[in-house]
C-alpha cells in the first residue's frame, strides 16, 4: 500500500494539470489521504509502525467479503527489537509524498504527513532489517527480495523532495554508490524502487551519471522480451503491472530537463506500452476491468464476485463465488489485471490468479503512466 501511495502522488505531483483537467484531482487527493490516515495511525510511537492485518495464510484460506469479517485478526508490528527498514523507509517515503500534495490544500495536514515521515525513517535507518524477518509469515507472501537498499534510499529522495533539506540529499549522495543506486534493475515494483530513485536524483542534480542511469534502466526495459503485439514481459505473475511501471518511469524520465537525447522515444514507448494494456493487444481487448473492449469479466477479487445485494438479510459469499463461471456481479471499475502469456494468449478466469490477479500495486504505476502521457498530450 506505501508504494501504491508513493508511486500514486509522484505522477500526481508532476501531472497535477492531466489531473485537474480529468476533474480527478480532488478525488485523487481523498484516495491519498484514505491511505495515509491509515499510516498515522499505524505509526503510535517513534519506533513502532503495524504494517499488516492478519495472517496472510489464514487470509488466502477463506473467500468472502471485507464487511463479512466477525472474527477478531491479528496485528503485526515492527519496532526497534523486530525492524522493517524496508516497509518502514518506503511508508515514510509515501507521507513525504502526501506532504507534498497537501502542502497547500491543507498545510497542518502536510506537517502532520512530514513528521511521520521523517520519524518513521530515522526508524527504518538506525534499526536496520528486513520486515519478513520480523513478521511471521511474511515472507511466504511480501518477501523482499530486493533487500531494504532501495528503500532507504526511496525514503531519502523523498524527504529531499519534501523539504528541500540538503541533509537529505547530501546523505543520498553519499550512500547513493555503496548502497546500489548506480546498478541497473530489472524493474520498478513495490519490492524494487531503485529506477525510481535514479530518475529523482537525475531531477534534483542534473548530472550527468544519475541520467545515465536513468537511460540505462529505460534501455533495458526496452530491451526485455514481448509478446508479438509488444508488451514488454518481464515475468508470468502480473507482466501488464512491470510494463505499466516501465512506462510510468519512461513518463517521468521524459519530464526530466535538460531534456535526454531519448525523450521522444521512452514516450514512444510508454504510450505502446499503455495502448496495449487497453486493448491493442493480440486479443484487440482491454485488460482494464469495466474500460474498452471485451474487458476482463472475472478478475480474481473476492469482494466483487461475491453475489450482488440490495436488501437484507444478505446472501452468504464463499468458494461457490470463487469457482462460478459467471461474470463478477460487480464491476471492478479500472482495475488492471495480470496479464497475458509471451504469445499474448490470456484467459478471463476467475481462478488463475496468476492472469487474473489485480492489486493496488498493480495499478499504481499503470495510473501514473497514464496521466504523464495525458499531461505531453497537452503539451507538457
Same mark, same amino acid.
Given at each position: 500500500?506505501?508504494?501504491?501511495?508513493?508511486?500514486?502522488?509522484?505522477?500526481?505531483?508532476?501531472?497535477?494539470?492531466?489531473?485537474?483537467?480529468?476533474?480527478? /484531482?480532488?478525488?485523487?487527493?481523498? !484516495?491519498?489521504?484514505?491511505?495515509?490516515?491509515?499510516?498515522?495511525?499505524?505509526?503510535?510511537?517513534?519506533?513502532?509502525?503495524?504494517?499488516?492485518?492478519?495472517?496472510?495464510?489464514?487470509?488466502?484460506?477463506?473467500?468472502?467479503?471485507?464487511?463479512?469479517?466477525?472474527?477478531?485478526?491479528?496485528?503485526?508490528?515492527?519496532?526497534?527489537?523486530?525492524?522493517?527498514?524496508?516497509?518502514?523507509?518506503?511508508?515514510?517515503?509515501?507521507?513525504?509524498?502526501?506532504?507534498?500534495?497537501?502542502?497547500?490544500?491543507?498545510?497542518?495536514?502536510?506537517?502532520?504527513?512530514?513528521?511521520?515521515?521523517?520519524?518513521? =525513517?530515522? /526508524?527504518?535507518?538506525?534499526?536496520?532489517?528486513?520486515?519478513?524477518?520480523?513478521?511471521?509469515?511474511?515472507?511466504?507472501? @511480501?518477501?523482499?527480495?530486493?533487500?531494504?537498499?532501495?528503500?532507504?534510499?526511496?525514503?531519502?529522495?523523498?524527504?529531499?523532495?519534501?523539504?528541500?533539506?540538503?541533509?537529505?540529499?547530501?546523505?543520498?549522495?553519499? &550512500? =547513493?554508490?555503496?548502497?546500489?543506486?548506480?546498478?541497473?534493475?530489472?524493474?520498478?515494483?513495490?519490492?524494487?524502487?531503485?529506477?525510481? $530513485?535514479?530518475?529523482?536524483?537525475?531531477?534534483?542534480?542534473?548530472?550527468?551519471?544519475?541520467?545515465?542511469?536513468?537511460?540505462?534502466? !529505460?534501455?533495458?526495459?526496452?530491451?526485455? &522480451?514481448?509478446?508479438?503485439?509488444?508488451?514488454?514481459?518481464?515475468?508470468?505473475?502480473?507482466?501488464? &503491472?512491470?510494463?505499466?511501471? @516501465?512506462?510510468?518511469?519512461?513518463?517521468? +524520465?521524459?519530464?526530466?530537463?535538460?531534456?535526454?537525447?531519448?525523450?521522444?522515444?521512452?514516450? +514512444?514507448?510508454?504510450?505502446?506500452?499503455?495502448? =496495449?494494456?487497453? #486493448?491493442?493487444?493480440?486479443?484487440?481487448?482491454?485488460?482494464?476491468?469495466? /474500460?474498452?473492449?471485451?474487458?476482463?469479466?472475472?478478475?480474481?477479487?473476492?469482494?466483487?464476485?461475491?453475489?450482488?445485494?440490495?436488501?437484507?438479510? $444478505?446472501?452468504?459469499?464463499?468458494?461457490?463465488?470463487?469457482?462460478?463461471?459467471?461474470?463478477?456481479?460487480?464491476?471492478?471499475?479500472?482495475?488492471?489485471? #495480470?496479464?497475458?502469456?509471451?504469445?499474448?494468449?490470456?484467459?478471463?478466469?476467475?481462478?488463475? =490468479?496468476?492472469?487474473?490477479? $489485480?492489486?493496488?500495486?498493480?495499478?499504481?504505476?499503470?495510473?501514473?503512466?497514464?496521466? #504523464?502521457?495525458?499531461? /505531453? +498530450?497537452?503539451? #507538457?
Amino acid at each position: 500500500m506505501a508504494y501504491t501511495i508513493t508511486t500514486l502522488a509522484w505522477g500526481m505531483i508532476e501531472y497535477q494539470e492531466a489531473y485537474q483537467a480529468a476533474n480527478e /484531482f480532488e478525488k485523487a487527493l481523498e !484516495l491519498v489521504k484514505w491511505a495515509t490516515d491509515y499510516f498515522i495511525a499505524a505509526h503510535p510511537t517513534k519506533n513502532e509502525l503495524y504494517v499488516q492485518v492478519t495472517d496472510g495464510g489464514l487470509d488466502h484460506s477463506k473467500w468472502e467479503r471485507p464487511e463479512d469479517v466477525k472474527r477478531m485478526r491479528r496485528l503485526y508490528k515492527i519496532d526497534q527489537n523486530n525492524p522493517g527498514s524496508d516497509v518502514a523507509a518506503e511508508t515514510a517515503a509515501a507521507l513525504a509524498a502526501a506532504s507534498i500534495l497537501f502542502k497547500t490544500e491543507d498545510p497542518s495536514y502536510s506537517a502532520l504527513c512530514l513528521r511521520h515521515a521523517k520519524q518513521i =525513517y530515522e /526508524f527504518a535507518d538506525q534499526y536496520r532489517g528486513a520486515y519478513h524477518n520480523s513478521v511471521e509469515g511474511a515472507a511466504t507472501f @511480501y518477501k523482499s527480495w530486493s533487500g531494504y537498499n532501495d528503500e532507504l534510499l526511496w525514503g531519502l529522495a523523498w524527504l529531499y523532495k519534501a523539504t528541500a533539506d540538503d541533509q537529505y540529499l547530501g546523505t543520498l549522495r553519499q &550512500r =547513493y554508490s555503496s548502497l546500489g543506486g548506480g546498478n541497473t534493475p530489472a524493474e520498478f515494483s513495490w519490492d524494487n524502487k531503485m529506477a525510481g $530513485v535514479q530518475v529523482l536524483m537525475a531531477d534534483f542534480t542534473g548530472e550527468s551519471q544519475y541520467r545515465d542511469h536513468v537511460s540505462k534502466f !529505460l534501455d533495458f526495459a526496452r530491451g526485455v &522480451r514481448t509478446t508479438p503485439l509488444g508488451l514488454s514481459w518481464k515475468a508470468k505473475w502480473g507482466p501488464n &503491472r512491470y510494463a505499466a511501471n @516501465y512506462a510510468a518511469i519512461a513518463t517521468f +524520465a521524459a519530464k526530466l530537463e535538460p531534456a535526454l537525447s531519448k525523450k521522444n522515444q521512452y514516450l +514512444a514507448y510508454a504510450k505502446k506500452q499503455i495502448n =496495449y494494456l487497453l #486493448g491493442d493487444n493480440e486479443r484487440s481487448a482491454s485488460y482494464v476491468v469495466g /474500460f474498452g473492449k471485451n474487458p476482463p469479466q472475472k478478475p480474481h477479487h473476492r469482494a466483487s464476485s461475491c453475489p450482488s445485494w440490495r436488501a437484507l438479510p $444478505v446472501q452468504t459469499c464463499g468458494f461457490n463465488s470463487l469457482n462460478s463461471g459467471s461474470a463478477n456481479p460487480h464491476v471492478l471499475f479500472g482495475a488492471l489485471v #495480470g496479464g497475458p502469456d509471451t504469445s499474448g494468449n490470456y484467459v478471463d478466469d476467475r481462478k488463475d =490468479y496468476i492472469a487474473n490477479e $489485480v492489486a493496488t500495486d498493480y495499478n499504481a504505476g499503470f495510473q501514473s503512466a497514464v496521466a #504523464g502521457l495525458q499531461f /505531453f +498530450a497537452m503539451g #507538457g
